[in-house]
Structures are given as C-alpha cells and as structure tokens.
Nanobody, 119 residues
Framework: QVQLVESGGGLVQPGGSLRLSCAAS????????MGWYRQAPGKQRELVAT???????NYAYSVKGRFTISRDNAKNTVYLQMNSLKPEDTAVYYC?????????????WGQGTQVTVSS
C-alpha cells in the first residue's frame, strides 16, 4: 500500500507562510491523485488542494491565491506552500493519495501535521 508522512506544520503569525511536505512510499505507481485536506476541532474534514498524475490542480475557494500545491516526482513528495495565512487556516493538515479504481477509489492518509495561525 501507500505510506504518507507529512511534515512542516507549526505555529505561525497571521500573514506568515509555511510549507508542508508529504513524502510517499510503497505502491506509489498506483496513485492517480494526491491532495491536502484539513480538519479543525469540531469541524468536518475539508479539501484544500489536489494535484493529479497529469499535473492538474484544484483548490478550495478559501485558499485560492494563497496556497500552492506542487510535486517533486524524483523525491516522491508533494508540497503545500501556504502564504498569507489566516487564523481560520488553523487545523490538522492531512496528506491524501487516491487510486481511482472501480467500484470506489482507494485512499491512503498521512498522520497529519498541526498548523496553528495565531498572534
């Protein structure tokens, strides 16, 4: 299967920047889409950004223009560059790898990394 390890979270002031990393190992050849999700206490897990094997990206409206998802295929690593951070960005951020198969996609998840935006 796929193993995912996130890193790069921490405490940052509003307006600051942070870059998250997700290193993938295992059956990485089978991954179709990778993405970042986040979950704040008492809230639903929400999609932040995704990137397909073909390089197409999409973002939640709340992070458009501030966050950038990218990948380094040689390192099997996906990044989330977060700029202009806001307190509402505070959450545990999870890396996701999805294999699109019938009848339902197969998802792998990292352990999560805490991002706290506070002054």
């Amino acid at each position: 299967q796929v193993q995912l390890v996130e890193s790069g979270g921490g405490l940052v002031q509003p307006g600051g920047s942070l870059r998250l990393s997700c290193a993938a190992s295992g059956s990485i050849f089978s991954i179709n889409v990778m993405g970042w999700y986040r979950q704040a206490p008492g809230k639903q897990r929400e999609l932040v950004a995704t990137i397909t094997s073909g390089g197409s990206t999409n973002y939640a409206y709340s992070v458009k223009g501030r966050f950038t998802i990218s990948r380094d295929n040689a390192k099997n690593t996906v990044y989330l560059q977060m700029n202009s951070l806001k307190p509402e960005d505070t959450a545990v951020y999870y890396c996701n790898a999805r294999r699109i198969v019938w009848p339902t996609p197969i998802d792998s998840w990292g352990q999560g990394t805490q991002v706290t935006v506070s002054s």
